[in-house]
């Protein structure tokens, strides 16, 4: 069965770097994807905008293709949003269909921060995508429960339903939504860092903007 992968993320907002490194990992791996956004985020300070503006900027952003789908179940969840806990739900509804769990470089460098982390790897493979700045060198308990899991070809992944790792080089996009969130605080327009739809529509980035002074 052709492996589903997932990639979850605050997208607070949804930005072009997301976009891009997403559909290419979903090309390399032959695999449609699952945007999962997160609900509480456990490891980081709340997201801006709320989870229904947040969802209604993903619904614009996925407009007009079918690779990507929204998956909308950790908004919905109460509590902190665990990603182990989605796997396995994940997991009880897919059976053996290999799944990927695709992390930016820097959200895979900390997953020893994660809950039920050393978990994963029974669930999913993962799938790193690289990002512009961050280093090669991982944390020493992480590279020791990664041991022989490197597989070099995309393909090696449909062959089981979890347990393996791949490096997926894409687009480098130095774009991050911190840097976009301070623009838009700032009075900026970063028109060609986010999806066009979200400028058609003044009220999906109004959380970002500061109140005029009076
Ligand atoms: P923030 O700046 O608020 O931390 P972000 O731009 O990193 O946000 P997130 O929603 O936190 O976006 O990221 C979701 C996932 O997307 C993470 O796995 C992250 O590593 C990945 N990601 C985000 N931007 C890029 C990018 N430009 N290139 C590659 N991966 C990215």
Redesign the pocket.
């Given at each position: 069965m052709r492996a589903l992968a997932i990639?979850?993320?605050?997208?607070?907002p949804i930005?072009l770097?997301?976009l891009c490194?997403v559909w290419e990992a979903s090309e390399l791996l032959d695999a449609p994807v699952l945007m999962m956004p997160s609900g509480m985020p456990p490891h980081?300070p709340p997201p801006i905008a709320s989870a229904p503006q947040r969802l209604a900027m993903l619904q614009v952003a996925l407009r007009g293709q079918s690779r990507l789908s929204l998956d909308a179940r950790e908004l919905v969840r109460s509590g902190p949003s665990y990603t182990v806990d989605t796997l396995v739900e994940l997991r009880a509804e897919h059976g053996d269909r290999p799944l990927v769990l695709?992390?930016?470089?820097?959200?895979f460098a900390g997953l020893p921060g994660w809950h039920g982390w050393r978990g994963l790897f029974e669930l999913v493979h993962i799938g790193v995508?690289?990002?512009?700045g961050e280093q090669a060198s991982l944390p020493d308990e992480l590279q020791q429960e990664i041991g022989n899991r490197w597989v070099a070809n995309p393909a090696a992944l449909q062959s089981v339903p979890a347990g393996r790792l791949v490096a997926l080089s894409?687009t480098s996009?130095?774009?991050?939504?911190?840097?976009i969130?301070e623009l838009l605080a700032a009075g900026r327009e970063p028109r060609y860092q986010l999806p066009a739809g979200l400028f058609d529509q003044p009220e999906l980035l109004a959380p970002y903007r500061l109140p005029a002074p009076k």
């Open positions: 990639f979850g993320g605050t997208f607070d930005h770097g997301h490194v980081r695709l992390l930016g470089a820097d959200a995508l690289s990002r512009p894409v996009l130095e774009i991050s939504a911190t840097r969130r």
